[in-house]
């Protein structure tokens, strides 16, 4: 699986849009861009992911630039509760179960 | 989303004892699960894969006579922390995908946390 690389930590007031960047320059085509995300001492949560074209659901928005080597997960409307380490990570989706791969992350600070 | 559930939330236990980690799939089967460590401050590891009838698979680095992983049936795998040292004291996650095709969802457990005295 490509490399993926994210700030350390973002602050973000809260009632505003965060977005959270990641770089996966080394990644292929059959690649997919995916989002998960950790509250503190909770379990990995799926946010979102996508292939080459924006993605929308009801957490948040994936814009995946044109030459896919980079993308931004936007939080519209961050929450105190959004406050956690988000994880952006490059996987093929071909053949069989693929393990998941986390590198750092960021950690999202949400001010009140 | 489908739910994974793990049993206990929390653990703790004395230096030498074994200590075992359930984690089911509630509403889906999966014959392959993935177990995860985590220590304070730090990412995610994995550390093996569990596989339905057949033995586990271990990354590079983890006993496998230490972390004894069985998975018994399409919804349940075990991972059972054997002798337990102060060392072993982690949060302990795991995780399962929901079909195997493309776009194979992971599902992530609550998380165990075990403390080793």
């Known amino acids: 699986d490509a490399k993926t690389t994210q700030p350390t930590s973002m602050d973000c007031a809260e009632g505003r849009a965060a977005n959270l960047p990641c770089n996966h320059s080394?990644?292929?085509?059959?690649?997919?861009v995916y989002w998960y995300r950790q509250i503190h001492s909770q379990g990995p949560q799926y946010i979102i992911h996508?292939?080459?074209n924006n993605e929308t659901n009801e957490m948040a928005s994936l814009i995946i630039t044109e030459d896919r080597k980079s993308s931004t997960l936007i939080l519209p409307h961050a929450t105190l509760r959004d406050t956690a380490v988000y994880y952006c990570?490059?996987?093929?989706?071909?053949?069989?179960?693929?393990?998941?791969?986390f590198g750092i992350g960021t950690k999202l600070q949400v001010i009140p | 989303g489908a739910v994974v559930s793990q049993h206990p939330s929390r653990v703790i236990c004395k230096s030498g004892t074994s200590v075992k980690i359930e984690c089911r799939s509630l509403?889906?089967?999966?014959?392959?699960m993935f177990w995860y460590r985590q220590f304070p401050k730090q990412s995610l590891m994995l550390m093996a894969t569990?596989?339905?009838?057949?033995?586990?698979?271990?990354e590079q680095g983890v006993e496998k006579d230490k972390f004894l992983i069985n998975h018994a049936s399409l919804t349940l795998s075990t991972l059972t922390v054997t002798s337990a040292h102060p060392e072993d004291s982690s949060f302990y996650i795991c995780?399962?995908?929901?079909?195997?095709?493309?776009?194979?969802?992971?599902?992530f457990g609550p998380g165990t946390r075990l403390t080793v005295l």
């Open positions: 995780s399962a995908p929901t079909s195997g095709g493309p776009y194979n969802e992971q599902f």
């Open positions: 080394t990644i292929s085509g059959n690649e997919y």
């Open positions: 996508g292939l080459k």
């Open positions: 990570i490059v996987r093929s989706n071909s053949g069989g179960y693929q393990k998941v791969t």
């Open positions: 509403d889906f089967q999966a014959t392959t």
């Open positions: 569990s596989n339905e009838g057949s033995k586990a698979t271990y």
